[in-house]
């Protein structure tokens, strides 16, 4: 009756460990997904320009979400029965050597086989799941592209083509799985066939223990067995975690490739932890600058290629000048203001600000003081507010009214069904290309910046519109980089500055250039015609 009685008990404790292992398993692999998700984060937060450009969007995702996820689900699988395998499988070796040394041996030795062989398949599977998370990035690459652009892709009705890229990339996808799943479906017949020779040599020597030389007894022979088929469950269970440790390897060296890259770049020395100048006010940022803006002999090419897409450009922008850049597709316009933000540094010459190098600003301070719109107008989920707040989050409703106004964009935010409060889709969707553009000069005029870099950003908006918002800009103090491809916005610029494949050809005011450039004479002509040649 006592023996039940434990026995009964010990089900129970039994029962309640199992539960509190899940519990605390699922707990401590949650955290730790959190915890390297967001380790994760940061370091890509934290990449300069040339680092973040090794790694795809797409791949970036996945390694976020998927690779992170499959490394957090086998910290919870390990958690749970990486100490309960090893610990039987060891422990009927022991046992069955204890009941009998000659059987046992059969036991003992077969063992390390095994884990030798399932040790060999966890390696070469490893390195097959990279192939196929490569195949994944690939995958989503695809996807991201063709939903970014499907409005691109119905307009030239290439619908059947980008299916059938998307088929072929699923397609290799399925291959390489299918390649990694069938090596590494491999380990549990090989410990099946394996073990169960064991056990029948086992059972062949032990009937000659006992019929022949009585060295054995029926029951250390069925004991040994026991031990034996426990072993072999035990084994099948590790060949299903080594599947799962072989996804989870490719997964690691995924994140490592991130966490451990050496961005060697300044973008890193405040953004681990959040940026000091984001606690500094809009004002208190300003007072930092108020001279002139220097190029001095400047030149640039993107790490990796040795093409000089800047060569020698030198130019002065004193302080609060309008400096209108021109110059064909490729001619470096972009590069030329990205300078100036550190999204990159020069190879060779030095960008001064209040004659100041800009490498001696602290990068997050530099970039708290210049207000930038990009090419591509970028909004995010929210309310019109938070997107135009979004560049000064201390900025009141009146100043986020203000930067709207001066963006020409307060009235039309007025007329939607929520006026500021109407809450945008992604990328803005629900926006015209034109009030993105709009949106996104509020956004950096909320700023109150003392340099202000417009690049290409009033191409979506008709001539009315944007005269109005050059003579915004006009009223305000800050030096201006206005990047344009119309001469009607260069006309009241200090200085135009026109590039040619990297180069500096001419810069002046609009007159200057009219007597001077025979290329600025062309575009001028080209834009207005008959009534050009006349003036």
């Given at each position: 009756?006592?023996v039940g009685w434990c026995l009964l008990i010990s089900a129970f404790i039994a029962f309640a460990a199992g539960i509190s292992s899940s519990f605390y398993a699922a707990h401590a692999s949650q955290g730790f997904g959190a915890d390297l998700r967001e380790s994760l984060y940061k370091k890509v937060q934290s990449f300069s320009y040339a680092v973040f450009n090794r790694f795809a969007t797409s791949?970036?995702?996945?390694?976020?979400?998927?690779?992170?996820?499959?490394?957090?689900?086998?910290?919870?699988?390990?958690?749970?029965?990486?100490?309960?395998?090893?610990?039987?499988?060891?422990?009927?070796?022991?046992?069955?050597?204890?009941?009998?040394v000659k059987l046992g041996l059969f036991l003992a030795v077969t063992v390390p086989v095994l884990l030798l062989f399932i040790f060999y398949i966890m390696k070469k599977v490893s390195l097959m799941f990279r192939t196929v998370q490569k195949r994944l990035d690939e995958v989503n690459g695809v996807a991201q592209e063709n939903l970014i652009g499907i409005r691109l892709i119905r307009v030239f009705?290439?619908?059947?083509?980008?299916?059938?890229?998307?088929?072929?990339?699923?397609?290799?996808?399925?291959?390489?799985?299918?390649?990694?799943?069938?090596?590494?479906?491999?380990?549990?017949?090989?410990?099946?066939?394996?073990?169960?020779?064991?056990?029948?040599?086992?059972?062949?020597?032990?009937?000659?223990?006992?019929?022949?030389?009585?060295?054995?007894?029926?029951?250390?022979?069925?004991?040994?067995?026991?031990?034996?088929?426990?072993?072999?469950?035990?084994?099948?269970?590790?060949?299903?975690?080594?599947?799962?440790?072989?996804?989870?390897?490719?997964?690691?060296?995924?994140?490592?490739?991130?966490?451990?890259?050496?961005?060697?770049?300044?973008?890193?020395?405040?953004?681990?932890?959040?940026?000091?100048?984001?606690?500094?006010?809009?004002?208190?940022?300003?007072?930092?600058?108020?001279?002139?803006?220097?190029?001095?002999?400047?030149?640039?090419?993107?790490?990796?290629?040795?093409?000089?897409?800047?060569?020698?450009?030198?130019?002065?922008?004193?302080?609060?000048?309008?400096?209108?850049?021109?110059?064909?597709?490729?001619?470096?316009?972009?590069?030329?203001?990205?300078?100036?933000?550190?999204?990159?540094?020069?190879?060779?010459?030095?960008?001064?600000?209040?004659?100041?190098?800009?490498?001696?600003?602290?990068?997050?301070?530099?970039?708290?003081?210049?207000?930038?719109?990009?090419?591509?107008?970028?909004?995010?989920?929210?309310?019109?507010?938070?997107?135009?707040?979004?560049?000064?989050?201390?900025?009141?409703?009146?100043?986020?009214?203000?930067?709207?106004?001066?963006?020409?964009?307060?009235?039309?935010?007025?007329?939607?069904?929520?006026?500021?409060?109407?809450?945008?889709?992604?990328?803005?969707?629900?926006?015209?290309?034109?009030?993105?553009?709009?949106?996104?000069?509020?956004?950096?005029?909320?700023?109150?910046?003392?340099?202000?870099?417009?690049?290409?950003?009033?191409?979506?908006?008709?001539?009315?519109?944007?005269?109005?918002?050059?003579?915004?800009?006009?009223?305000?103090?800050?030096?201006?980089?206005?990047?344009?491809?119309?001469?009607?916005?260069?006309?009241?610029?200090?200085?135009?500055?026109?590039?040619?494949?990297?180069?500096?050809?001419?810069?002046?005011?609009?007159?200057?250039?009219?007597?001077?450039?025979?290329?600025?004479?062309?575009?001028?002509?080209?834009?207005?015609?008959?009534?050009?040649?006349?003036?």
């Amino acid at each position: 009756m006592d023996v039940g009685w434990c026995l009964l008990i010990s089900a129970f404790i039994a029962f309640a460990a199992g539960i509190s292992s899940s519990f605390y398993a699922a707990h401590a692999s949650q955290g730790f997904g959190a915890d390297l998700r967001e380790s994760l984060y940061k370091k890509v937060q934290s990449f300069s320009y040339a680092v973040f450009n090794r790694f795809a969007t797409s791949s970036l995702i996945i390694r976020l979400t998927g690779d992170i996820t499959q490394l957090q689900d086998t910290v919870f699988m390990g958690l749970r029965f990486a100490t309960r395998v090893p610990l039987v499988v060891i422990g009927s070796v022991i046992m069955a050597l204890v009941v009998n040394v000659k059987l046992g041996l059969f036991l003992a030795v077969t063992v390390p086989v095994l884990l030798l062989f399932i040790f060999y398949i966890m390696k070469k599977v490893s390195l097959m799941f990279r192939t196929v998370q490569k195949r994944l990035d690939e995958v989503n690459g695809v996807a991201q592209e063709n939903l970014i652009g499907i409005r691109l892709i119905r307009v030239f009705v290439r619908m059947g083509h980008e299916i059938e890229r998307f088929g072929r990339s699923i397609r290799h996808l399925m291959n390489s799985t299918m390649a990694a799943q069938r090596f590494a479906e491999t380990t549990m017949p090989f410990i099946m066939l394996v073990m169960n020779a064991s056990i029948l040599t086992i059972l062949w020597f032990g009937r000659n223990d006992i019929n022949i030389t009585g060295d054995a007894t029926m029951g250390e022979v069925v004991a040994v067995v026991n031990y034996a088929v426990r072993t072999m469950g035990s084994l099948s269970m590790l060949s299903w975690i080594v599947a799962t440790l072989s996804r989870a390897s490719a997964s690691r060296h995924r994140v490592s490739e991130v966490l451990d890259t050496d961005q060697a770049g300044f973008d890193s020395v405040q953004a681990a932890e959040g940026s000091s100048a984001a606690k500094i006010t809009t004002e208190g940022k300003n007072s930092a600058v108020k001279q002139s803006v220097q190029y001095e002999e400047v030149s640039f090419s993107y790490p990796g290629s040795d093409l000089h897409v800047l060569e020698n450009v030198s130019f002065e922008a004193k302080a609060g000048e309008r400096i209108a850049i021109m110059g064909a597709t490729g001619s470096g316009k972009t590069s030329l203001v990205q300078l100036l933000l550190r999204l990159y540094d020069p190879d060779e010459g030095i960008i001064r600000i209040d004659g100041k190098n800009v490498q001696q600003y602290p990068v997050d301070d530099l970039r708290g003081f210049i207000g930038y719109v990009p090419q591509e107008a970028v909004l995010f989920t929210g309310s019109v507010k938070e997107n135009i707040a979004w560049g000064n989050p201390q900025a009141s409703d009146e100043e986020v009214r203000e930067a709207a106004r001066k963006a020409q964009i307060h009235h039309t935010i007025e007329s939607l069904t929520n006026g500021y409060d109407t809450m945008l889709g992604q990328r803005g969707v629900n926006l015209s290309g034109g009030q993105k553009q709009r949106l996104s000069i509020a956004r950096a005029l909320v700023r109150k910046p003392q340099i202000l870099i417009l690049d290409d950003s009033t191409s979506a908006l008709d001539v009315k519109t944007e005269a109005a918002l050059l003579n915004e800009l006009s009223e305000l103090s800050c030096t201006t980089f206005l990047i344009t491809q119309k001469i009607s916005s260069t006309l009241s610029s200090d200085l135009i500055l026109l590039l040619d494949e990297g180069r500096l050809i001419a810069q002046g005011t609009h007159q200057e250039l009219l007597q001077d450039s025979e290329l600025y004479r062309r575009i001028y002509e080209s834009q207005f015609g008959q009534e050009a040649k006349h003036a």
